[in-house]
């Protein structure tokens, strides 16, 4: 049945850097569906997120906002703009979502937009989040930087939202687990088997506890302040025996077993400890989508979107419990060797050397072409049911991952092009004449409204971003970018991480180190794309005239968010950075 708007597929990916796929040029062949949606489709050749990290960089696909507006990104999609999912069901579609990620819920903010819904992240994330949330108000207040009533009032709230989510999770999952373990059987909510009964329990006794003295139970729960504390070290410890007691039985037996493995075939106990994963794989989520785009309604056209997690570390390419025998296969067919360890990023999250860093840059890359090809088979699935031509298919990276080039892995704050340049690619419906490889230069903000205009529905009220083919978006001459470094935004004592992109330059600007930042080069850097892709020459000095030019683009920006001074604006101006900001951070 043909509809009046088009169908529209979204298909995010974390962690996906540009520069590794095939479709944008890198030698080895890790995305051929990809390129070859790419003959149909607008190609993005300089997309960016401004903050390189999923807790940010999702707040920017969805509801088209900039990462430190509204407050910044602790409350998520809370108190902004319409999200993307939200906008399509208005305009009459039917939605549906499968997420791999805590960070796009409604444990965030992420509410009313699908109508079909699939949460396929570990209970433990629930914790997760509040830890993030409140990382640095627990660290500013130790450092003597803030008084008690002030870190109450900031972390509270925090607490409170965390005990409600893990008792929403919880009813949830009660309805919800069945299916999850025939279609999920390989991940780890597939396999804890929690009694929330129980779970629900031990909430009300923390909940109790909290509120009869909040103080008492932050220095006594939270690691006595010292840091904030890992999830499974707070209320998570408490519910983890929890647990169907045959579950319990046999997880004693598979860890005695294994370890006994350990000491006649190590290389194998490393891959059965590595079976099971917290995130679903990406060809599992294929097989739902499939699932969805087959039983769909055609009475309306639908929205569907999933995201993709096997480009996170760890990197998994594979389908199901045993992954890891794919692997050798992926990595053979991008000109690496059959024997490289595919569960070395399970163990080793900083290479020790070059020949690591080499590893884990080759099981990235595995793991791009593995979900490569389970894109390859939901596009291929739409063909087959004849919806190709009158289905709008949208594919973004949230940020990149930085695999030891400027001294650091994963993704922080630093805004390299490895962790902020990412793909992005849009399909048409029909016969579009507008399609083909484009260097303007797109942000994430321009996700949600280029999918919108493709779709035949103006963009929300209040985004920021603009259709990637729209005279705005070709107008642009930079992109600022702008994040803490991880962690909750504290904007009157944290140091602001920004930057300046133009299509031939880069330029990283730190307002001080913050306390989190562990590796890496926070100091100012400038860059010339042009000649130096990789970000290796530091042509920075205080008088080069692109750096005042680049300092007032930031100013621009700052100006807009209420919570920071004149006074750090004009400290960034002459060529410093605010003292107190810097004595803080130290």
């Known amino acids: ?56 960089a999702c707040i920017q696909l969805f509801t088209s906002s900039r990462p430190l507006s509204y407050g910044g990104y602790d409350a998520g999609a809370r108190g902004r703009p319409i999200t993307l999912f939200e906008h399509f069901k208005n305009a009459g579609y039917s939605t549906w979502g499968l997420s791999t990620i805590h960070w796009v819920s409604p444990y965030y903010g992420y509410t009313g937009g699908l109508e079909q819904e699939h949460g396929v992240f570990h209970l433990n994330t629930m914790v997760g989040m509040a830890v993030v949330n409140m990382r640095d108000t627990l660290y500013y207040y130790r450092a003597g930087s803030m008084e008690t009533d002030e870190m109450l009032t900031r972390v509270t709230p925090v607490i409170e939202r965390m005990f409600d989510n893990i008792h929403a999770y919880s009813d949830v999952m009660r309805h919800s687990l069945r299916d999850y373990k025939l279609d999920f059987p390989a991940a780890k909510i597939s396999h804890d088997c929690y009694n929330f009964n129980a779970v629900q329990a031990v909430v009300v006794k923390h909940r109790s506890l909290f509120r009869k003295d909040p103080l008492a139970y932050i220095s006594t729960q939270l690691t006595n302040l010292t840091r904030a504390p890992d999830a499974h070290e707070w209320i998570a410890g408490d519910w983890y025996y929890r647990r169907e007691p045959i579950k319990l039985v046999c997880e004693f037996l598979f860890r005695a077993s294994n370890k006994a493995l350990r000491f006649f075939n190590p290389a194998q106990a490393d891959k059965r400890a590595a079976s099971v994963r917290l995130a679903v794989d990406a060809h599992a989520i294929a097989n739902k989508v499939i699932s969805a785009l087959r039983n769909y309604d055609p009475s309306k056209p639908f929205f569907i979107w999933a995201h993709f997690k096997d480009t996170h570390r760890p990197f998994v390419s594979g389908p199901g419990l045993k992954w890891y025998d794919h692997t050798p296969d992926y990595l053979a067919a991008l000109g690496y060797p059959r024997a490289l360890d595919p569960t070395f990023s399970f163990r080793e999250h900083y290479a020790k050397n070059e020949e690591e860093r080499e590893t884990l840059s080759a099981l990235y890359d595995a793991a791009v072409l593995s979900t490569d090809e389970a894109i390859g088979r939901i596009i291929t699935e739409v063909k087959n049911l004849g919806l190709y ?35 992005m690619v849009f399909k048409p419906a029909g016969n579009a004449s507008a399609t083909g490889h484009t260097d303007t230069l797109i942000t994430s903000l321009d996700f949600a409204p280029t999918l919108s205009s493709l779709a035949d529905i103006d963009p929300a009220s209040g985004w920021a971003g603009a259709n990637v083919n729209s005279s705005a978006a070709q107008s642009r001459d930079h992109i600022v970018t702008e994040t803490f470094c991880r962690g909750n935004c504290l904007f009157d004592l944290r140091p602001l991480y920004m930057g300046v992109r133009t299509k031939q330059h880069k330029y990283l600007w730190c307002e001080g180190i913050d306390p989190h930042h562990k590796r890496g080069t926070p100091e100012p850097r400038l860059y010339d794309l042009s000649i130096d892709r990789l970000e290796q020459n530091n042509i920075y000095r205080a008088d080069h005239p692109l750096v005042t030019e680049f300092n007032q683009f930031i100013a621009n920006r700052l100006n807009e968010v209420p919570e920071i001074s004149s006074s750090r604006i004009k400290a960034l101006l002459s060529g410093e950075a605010d003292s107190s900001i810097k004595e803080k951070a130290s």
């Open 1 to 56: 049945m043909t509809q009046a708007r088009p169908n529209v597929l979204a298909l995010t990916v974390d962690a996906l850097r540009a520069d590794r796929m095939s479709l944008y040029g890198y030698e080895r062949p890790t995305s051929p569906s990809m390129e070859k949606l790419g003959a149909d489709s607008i190609v993005c050749d300089n997309a960016l997120t401004m903050a390189p990290f999923t807790q940010a």
């Open 389 to 423: 031509d009158e289905t709008v298919i949208g594919m973004c990276g949230d940020h990149g991952e930085e695999i030891g080039e400027h001294g650091d892995y994963g993704h922080e704050c630093m805004a390299y092009e490895h962790n902020s340049r990412v793909p």
